[in-house]
């Protein structure tokens, strides 16, 4: 079965310092890779996709993220934080012939000024 | 354009009631799933449709939840004898094909579900 682990449950960085933020992944197949971005009393916004096209996926608000099969990684980073980039983040997968989505507990991203 | 639209935004409820939640997705979308966010969790999948076909009804946790989407645009869940641990955010997203094809869901806002 798939499943997401994000370590960290909250992570704290210093504004214009470096954002990384760890999912890894287990999926027998090739998966589907997604960092989502929760705001307060909001639904998921996606930030980038991973859909074996490229294994560095550029995405929205500056974040990126690398897919390393070896790894089973999917780590979201970004290199200068903003006060605007706190939220919950969220990686998620889905395996070939899966519809759903199967998330992390998340990562609460604090920005300090 | 519109985005998925999920009404109420925010519901209370005595144990025992019912309660019915709407979702309507992004015109055009195929698929349509609904989840279940609980306080400082990660969604969980509840069911999947493929416009009026629920194709895939595994997460739902008990026979209470049921789910519809008869014409293959609005959905609703709906929660029969409400309990407390039903309380929580529920999530709808829809998306062009699925997540099988890469294509990602887009979610609507939730509705918070608090049962008294």
């Known amino acids: 079965a798939q499943s997401v682990t994000q370590l960290g449950s909250h992570v704290s960085v210093s504004e214009g310092a470096l954002v990384l933020l760890r999912c890894n992944y287990s999926s027998s197949v090739p998966p589907y890779l997604f960092w989502y971005v929760q705001y307060p009393n909001q639904g998921l916004q996606l930030l980038l996709k991973y859909t074996s096209a490229a294994t560095l996926v550029k995405g929205i608000n500056g974040f990126e993220a690398e897919f390393k099969k070896s790894e089973t990684s999917f780590h979201l980073t970004k290199p200068s934080a903003h006060m605007s980039d706190a939220a919950e983040y969220f990686c998620a997968v889905s395996e070939g012939g899966a519809q759903k989505l199967v998330f992390g507990q998340g990562t609460r991203l604090t920005i300090n000024p | 354009g519109a985005g998925v639209s999920q009404s109420p935004r925010y519901k209370v409820a005595k144990r025992g009631q019912d309660v019915a939640l709407r979702c309507d997705p992004i015109?055009?979308?195929?698929?349509l799933f609904w989840y279940q966010q609980a306080l400082g969790q990660g969604p969980e999948f509840l069911t999947y449709f493929q416009n009026e076909a629920q194709l895939d009804k595994s997460g739902l946790p008990s026979d209470r939840f049921f789910a519809e989407r008869p014409e293959g645009s609005v959905s609703t869940l709906k929660i029969q004898r409400t309990q407390q641990e039903d309380s929580a955010v529920y999530l709808c997203?829809?998306?062009?094909?699925?997540?099988?094809?890469?294509?990602?869901?887009?979610f609507g806002d939730g509705t918070r579900l608090s049962i008294l």
């Open positions: 997203a829809s998306s062009l094909e699925g997540a099988r094809f890469g294509q990602p869901q887009h």
């Open positions: 015109s055009g979308h195929v698929s």
